[in-house]
């Protein structure tokens, strides 16, 4: 008599039928829906950050609420800024005197059909000196011009300056407001970048 293998995936798989076929049967089937919704639900939701967590990130906003200092210039569009280096210099110390720490996990990275530019997607996990964790699915999606070896240092540095940045709420008082933008060329710099990403 021939031997056949039945998978575990298998198994479930007729389990579950199995069940629907006699919650259909037995007039059930409107419960079993509301109770894969429910299980939907919790499989999505998002634990709550550890107050160890939470009591950091407000201490560390609360000791960085002057404009960081800048420390590099943009020669070509004349202004100055907070350089990644700069910007960690002034952090860094902060984060570690109140206990918490960003791990960076690179989730994708996709060069275009083009090879013009980069793309990363980072994520970032919340760990607190303690050994607290959040799960929170953060992530920072980064596009930067591609052709050289410094393509991924650049966008890591990048991603991580923009997450803390906005994770802390900092102020560099840098040339980045959508409002300060030349709004006449808006239209033909954004069909340009567009071109650039294919």
Request: charged content about 25%.
């Amino acid at each position: 008599m021939p031997k056949y293998h039945v998978s575990d995936e298998d198994v479930k798989k007729a389990q579950i039928e199995m069940g629907e076929f006699m919650a259909e049967k037995l007039g059930l089937k409107e419960d079993l829906e509301n109770q894969k919704n429910k299980i939907k639900i919790n499989n999505n939701f998002i634990s709550p950050m550890p107050k160890s967590i939470a009591i950091a990130i407000n201490e560390i906003m609360l000791k960085l609420q002057e404009p960081l200092k800048h420390d590099a210039e943009n020669k070509f569009q004349k202004y100055t800024y907070t350089s990644i280096d700069g910007f960690l210099k002034q952090v860094h110390p902060v984060c570690a005197e109140a206990g918490l720490i960003i791990v960076p996990h690179e989730q994708s990275s996709e060069i275009s059909p083009s090879g013009k530019n980069l793309t990363v997607v980072y994520q970032y996990i919340l760990v607190h000196k303690e050994g607290d964790t959040w799960d929170f699915p953060t992530t920072k999606h980064i596009v930067v011009p591609f052709g050289n070896g410094t393509a991924m240092g650049t966008a890591q540095s990048y991603a991580l300056k923009q997450f803390m940045r906005s994770l802390f709420q900092l102020s560099t008082g840098e040339q980045d407001d959508l409002d300060a933008l030349d709004q006449t060329n808006t239209s033909q710099k954004k069909k340009k970048n567009s071109e650039d990403l294919l």
